[in-house]
């Protein structure tokens, strides 16, 4: 727990370079980083791409897996994962374009797309660090309340509160909101050597009440980091209210 969202970002981005330091990266032994959008992560990015110019970090030798990507809005639609990934983080460091993951929301067959993510991810050696945010109903990515805790990278349905929350992006008009995304499941998620999460604020209180205070619930699917040998939730004060 730390005091506020800077302290809680600060800690976070910190400690993802100190991962990937230890892990000392190479091109054939990349570090594999898994990576969220939302307002959540925004901190961590600032920061770490902050010590990038400052020459602390290199993300030469970090190969990206996304979590998610809305399904049919187009690449580059300002409000895309891959739009967002590439404003507030990709740009602005020295990760190769190759190595960046995103699934592809406009694929023509989407059941495949999510097989050779999985593949891909597979191929990579899976993931060393999972970074996570959560909705307010406690998803994890887009593993909306009632998915599989055994649930892999697929297509989803979006939940109304989800539709509801992220219409803030779409000039508040849940017309515009897309209702389908691709996600990871949370048993790709489980299955990342570490998996770290960033909650911030009150609104975000109880669903990390639900998730750590009460038992492994598929409604609250961050409760799965219970089963996780290396799990980490960072928050600040704000988040804490509930607990
Ligand atoms: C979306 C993403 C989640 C993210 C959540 C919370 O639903 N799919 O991965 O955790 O938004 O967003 P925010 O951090 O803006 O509250």
Redesign the pocket.
């Known amino acids: 727990i730390r005091d506020d969202a800077a302290e809680a970002s600060s800690y976070v981005a910190n400690y993802i370079i100190d991962r990937i330091k230890h892990f000392n990266p190479s091109p054939a032994s990349p570090f594999v980083l898994g990576l ?6 925004l901190g961590v990015y600032r920061i770490l791409v902050e010590k990038y110019k400052a020459g602390v970090i290199s993300f030469e030798n970090v190969v990206t897996f996304n ?2 990507e809305y399904i049919g809005l187009p690449r580059d639609h300002p409000e895309s994962y891959h739009s967002f990934m590439w404003k507030h983080f990709f740009s602005h460091v020295n990760i190769h374009p190759n190595n960046v993951h995103i699934l592809n929301g406009n694929a023509a067959n989407l059941e495949a797309e999510c097989v050779e993510y999985e593949a891909k991810i597979k191929a990579a050696g899976g993931i060393d660090l999972f970074l ?5 109903d406690g ?4 593993n909306e309340p009632g998915s599989s805790l055994a649930s892999r990278t697929r297509v989803k349905t979006l939940a109304y509160d ?1 539709i509801l ?2 219409s803030r992006f779409f000039n508040n008009d849940l017309e515009q909101v897309p209702k389908m ?1 691709l ?1 990871v499941g949370v048993q790709t998620v489980l299955e990342a050597r570490e998996v770290v999460a960033i909650i ?1 604020g009150a ?2 209180a109880l669903a990390l009440q639900r998730c750590i205070e009460q038992g492994v619930n598929h409604m609250w699917t961050l409760s799965s980091l219970q089963l996780h040998p290396h799990p980490m939730i960072v928050c600040d004060e704000d988040a804490t209210l509930e607990l």
């Open positions: 969220p959008t939302g307002s959540s992560p979590m998610d996570a945010g959560i909705g307010e998803h994890i990515a887009f989800t929350v992220n995304a996600t911030l609104r975000k």
